[in-house]
């Protein structure tokens, strides 16, 4: 079965520091990669995806994922974090061709102003 | 509405009881999800329809757990006889098309 592990659990972070959020799945054939991210008390929202092409993809706020097959990674980065950022991320991984996402257990991040 | 919308968004039940959570999918979306997260997990997938069939639920804990979109519009989870590990929030997402998906707020049970 798939899985995704997120290392870090909780990240502490202050303004304008750099971030970057580790994300790793275990299935081996064509993915389909998301990071979500969910504010306090709101709902999931999709950060960014990749499905093709150039491996590193930019999202929305400024974030940033690069795709490396070679270490089945989906990494999150954004050079300067900001105090709104503080949230939970989540990775989700898509089996090429199934309809569910796997998710991993998610990384809080608090930026200190 | 312009997201995808779940009631209700609190769900207190006694152990025992059975219960019934609706989600509303964005206008026009073919996919639709369930999922369930408990504390400090992420959400783990329950079911999948297209339209109004069930093509996948293969993540439902068990037979207490039903799950049906007879129209191709709203869905309802029903949860049966609800045990504390039932114990969650719920969350419904919906999708033009998978495998991207637009959650909503989630419906979160507490079975005491």
């Known amino acids: 079965a798939q899985s995704v592990s997120q290392h870090n659990h909780h990240v502490i972070l202050s303004e304008a520091a750099s971030l970057e959020l580790g994300c790793n799945y275990s299935?081996?054939?064509?993915?389909?990669l998301f990071w979500y991210v969910q504010y306090p008390g709101q709902h999931l929202q999709l950060l960014l995806k990749y499905f093709s092409g150039d491996p590193l993809v930019k999202g929305i706020k400024g974030f940033e994922a690069e795709f490396i097959k070679s270490k089945f990674s989906f990494n999150l980065r954004k050079p300067s974090v900001q105090w709104s950022d503080t949230a939970e991320y989540f990775c989700?991984?898509?089996?090429?061709?199934?309809?569910?996402?796997?998710f991993g257990t998610g990384t809080r991040l608090t930026v200190i102003p | 509405g312009a997201g995808v919308s779940q009631s209700p968004r609190y769900k207190v039940a006694k152990r025992g009881q059975d219960v019934a959570l609706r989600c509303d999918p964005i206008?026009?979306?073919?996919?639709l999800f369930w999922y369930q997260q408990a504390l400090g997990q992420g959400p783990e997938f329950l079911t999948y329809f297209q339209n109004e069939a069930q093509l996948d639920k293969s993540g439902l804990p068990s037979d207490r757990f039903f799950a049906e979109r007879p129209e191709g519009s709203v869905s309802t989870l029903k949860i049966q006889r609800t045990q504390q590990e039932d114990s969650a929030v719920y969350l419904c997402?919906?999708?033009?098309?998978?495998?991207?998906?637009?959650f909503g707020q989630g419906t979160r049970l507490t079975v005491v």
């Open positions: 206008s026009g979306h073919v996919s």
């Open positions: 997402a919906s999708s033009p098309g998978v495998p991207e998906a637009f």
């Open positions: 299935y081996g054939g064509t993915v389909n």
């Open positions: 989700a991984v898509n089996e090429d061709g199934a309809n569910n996402l796997f």
